[in-house]
């Protein structure tokens, strides 16, 4: 199992950026896809973006695709989401997530490991 820290959140106006940094531990970072999912009060937990092991396919949700950009650095163990022209409805809890051999996949299910979530909030 694969231990994830999720840093990065915080509160910004709206259009502004926030990168968010997922630091993960414990077992080879090698053939896991990593996720970003959030979880807005109210609501339930919902994908935002993927990207596998090796060639870095990406995957977006259709609510932030074209304004986040899902990347990672497999030498130093560590996803990024970078978040630009945010909105106040970007405003959740953060969530990284690790599937082992998952592929380029939104399920949640396919995500094992589970970092503690940080928060972002958009205002007005």
């Known amino acids: 199992q694969v231990q994830l820290v999720e840093s990065g959140g915080g509160l910004v106006q709206a259009g502004g950026s926030l990168r968010l940094s997922c630091a993960a531990s414990?077992?080879?970072?090698?053939?896991?896809?990593m996720g970003w999912f959030r979880q807005a009060p109210g609501t339930e937990r919902e994908f935002v973006a993927a990207?596998?092991?090796?060639?870095?396919?990406?995957l977006y949700s259709d609510s932030v695709k074209g304004r986040f950009i899902i990347s990672r650095d497999n030498a130093n163990n560590t996803v990024y989401l970078q978040m630009n022209s945010l909105r106040p409805e970007d405003t959740a809890v953060y969530y990284c997530?690790?599937?082992?051999?998952?592929?380029?996949?939104?399920?949640?299910?396919?995500?094992?490991?589970w970092g503690q979530g940080t928060q972002v909030t958009v205002s007005s």
């Open positions: 990207i596998t092991w090796g060639a870095g396919s990406t």
């Open positions: 414990g077992r080879t970072f090698s053939y896991y896809t």
């Open positions: 997530a690790a599937g082992r051999w998952a592929g380029l996949t939104e399920t949640m299910t396919s995500f094992r490991s």
